[in-house]
C-alpha cells in the first residue's frame, strides 16, 4: 500500500473554499487516488476518486499532480456538514483501503 | 439511493460468547469487506470476500473470526469468543468491481464486550 501524508487537522470558515492535501509519494502506476471522509458517529462515506485528470463531483473535486505523487481535495464551499476526517486512499478497488489517521477538518460558522 | 444494510446496530455480548453481525450488500455487488475501528481510532481492514472466498485478510482477523454468506444475501462476520478488545464499531462495506469506484459503507455495527 502506498503511503500517505496528511496534515492531521485543518479549519476552515464555513462557505469559503478548502484545500485539503495528501502526500502519496509511493503510489503505483494503476493505484487510483480515492477520497473518502468519516462525518462523526458515521461509517466512511464516498467523496471522489481519479487517476491522473483532475475531477470533479457534485460534492468535491480533486487535483492530481503531473507526477502523482500528491492530490488535494478541495470543497469548494465549506459547509457546517463537511466536517469530518477526510482520508485519501491510493489503491485499486477490490483491494483493501487502508484508512490512515486522515485530517480532521473543522468548519468555522 | 442504494444502500449496505447492518444488524444489529449495537450489541451487548458477555467476554466468551459468539457474536454474529449481518451485513445485507448493495444486489449487484460483487465484493464485500468488513472493517472495523476501535473508539477514537484508525478504520482497519479486517478481510475482503469475492467470490465466496476470502480473498484478503488483515493479522487482526485471525482464528476467531469467520465470515460467510450462507444465503447469498447477508454476509455475515463470526466471532467465535468475543474478547473485550473486540469491542469496536464495525463497518461493512461493499463494491461492484474491482479497479476504481466508490465502496459503499454501512451504518456499522457497534459491540460492546463486558
Known amino acids: 500500500d502506498a503511503k500517505t501524508t496528511q496534515p492531521n487537522s485543518m479549519e476552515s470558515n464555513e462557505e469559503e473554499p478548502v484545500h485539503l492535501p495528501c502526500n502519496h509519494s509511493?503510489?503505483?502506476?494503476?493505484?487510483?487516488i480515492h477520497w473518502y471522509r468519516q462525518l462523526p458517529s458515521q461509517g466512511p462515506e464516498y467523496v471522489i476518486h481519479g487517476l491522473t485528470s483532475n475531477v470533479n463531483n457534485r460534492m468535491a473535486s480533486l487535483a492530481i499532480a503531473e507526477d502523482r505523487k500528491s492530490s488535494t481535495l478541495i470543497l469548494h464551499r465549506a459547509t457546517l456538514r463537511d466536517a469530518a476526517v477526510y482520508y485519501c486512499?491510493?489503491?485499486?478497488?477490490?483491494?483493501?483501503?487502508?484508512f490512515g489517521t486522515g485530517t480532521s477538518l473543522t468548519v468555522i460558522p | 439511493e442504494p444502500e449496505v444494510t447492518q444488524t444489529p446496530s449495537h450489541q451487548v455480548t458477555q467476554m466468551g460468547q459468539e457474536v454474529i453481525l449481518r451485513c445485507v450488500p448493495i444486489s449487484n455487488h460483487l465484493y464485500f469487506y468488513w472493517y472495523r475501528q476501535i473508539l477514537g481510532q484508525k478504520v482497519e481492514f479486517l478481510v475482503s470476500f469475492y467470490n465466496n472466498e476470502i480473498s484478503e485478510k488483515s493479522e487482526i482477523f485471525d482464528d476467531q473470526f469467520s465470515v460467510e454468506r450462507p444465503d447469498g444475501s447477508n454476509f455475515t462476520l463470526k466471532i467465535r469468543s468475543t474478547k473485550l478488545e473486540d469491542s469496536a464499531m464495525y463497518f461493512c462495506a461493499t463494491t461492484r468491481g474491482y479497479g476504481a469506484g466508490e465502496l459503499f459503507f454501512g451504518e456499522g455495527s457497534r459491540l460492546t464486550v463486558l
Open positions: 486512499i491510493p489503491t485499486l478497488t477490490g483491494n483493501q483501503f487502508y
Open positions: 509511493t503510489i503505483s502506476g494503476t493505484d487510483y
